[in-house]
């Protein structure tokens, strides 16, 4: 089945910083790479997604890459807020086959006021 | 719209007892899934339904089981609780498979003694 790792597992910047926590997968038939939010006590939510046929996508302050030949794919915040402070998971799954997602183990993500 | 709603929120349980974690949704999703969120593993799939009477096992089924008899409701049993299975267990629907969005539920916190 996929392997996705992800980094770091902790991140720590200054409001206003960037932030970029990256993932690699080794299923190489995979086509959809989620990045997901979770707040603490909540459920992930999604905040940004990318298919395999896209190398960057962007929304707003969010920003990922895809590096199809390297598999691996990268989520970028910009301009960071005390607010973005919370748990990354990125993920990969095979679009239209199935239901099955694989997560990366997350990224705790800190912006220090 | 209530989205994707799981009850209980916490539930405490003694080894070998058994119990069914409740999942809804108004979304009119077809796929559904059950994924546990253990510290420093992300989320594991554990079962997960592409539509009413049909379910498949994912990453890490044994000691669960589940059935699908609506679009809306999909239940995880724990046949004979272990203290393995302490975790938080969130379910998801999606409108499309492996090339979806993802929605979750708040989860629920279970803890086996």
């Known amino acids: 089945g996929e392997n996705v790792e992800q980094h770091p597992s902790t991140l720590s910047v200054q409001e206003g910083d960037s932030a970029v926590i990256k993932c690699t997968y080794s299923?190489?038939?995979?086509?959809?790479f989620p990045w997901y939010k979770q707040e603490l006590g909540k459920g992930p939510q999604l905040i940004i997604d990318?298919?395999?046929?896209?190398g960057e996508k962007k929304d707003q302050r969010i920003a990922v890459t895809l590096n199809k030949t390297a598999k691996h794919f990268s989520l970028h915040i910009t301009e960071t807020q005390p607010e973005d402070s919370a748990v990354y998971f990125c993920a990969a799954s095979l679009a239209y086959t199935g239901n099955q997602f694989y997560f990366g183990t997350g990224t705790s993500l800190t912006v220090i006021p | 719209n209530a989205g994707v709603t799981q009850t209980p929120k916490f539930q405490v349980l003694k080894t070998g007892q058994s119990m069914t974690l409740q999942c809804a949704q108004d979304m009119n999703h077809e796929y559904m899934s059950w994924y546990r969120q253990d510290p420093g593993m992300g989320l594991r799939l554990i079962h997960y339904s592409v539509g009413a009477g049909i379910t498949d096992q994912g990453e890490v089924p044994n000691g669960y089981n589940v059935s699908r008899s609506t679009t809306e409701d999909f239940p995880l049993r724990l046949l004979s609780a272990a203290p393995s299975q302490t975790s938080v267990y969130f379910c998801?629907?999606?409108?499309?498979?492996?090339?979806?969005?993802?929605?979750f539920g708040p989860g629920t916190r279970l803890t086996v003694t």
């Open positions: 990318i298919r395999s046929n896209v």
């Open positions: 299923d190489s038939a995979s086509n959809y």
């Open positions: 998801a629907t999606n409108g499309g498979g492996g090339g979806y969005e993802q929605y």
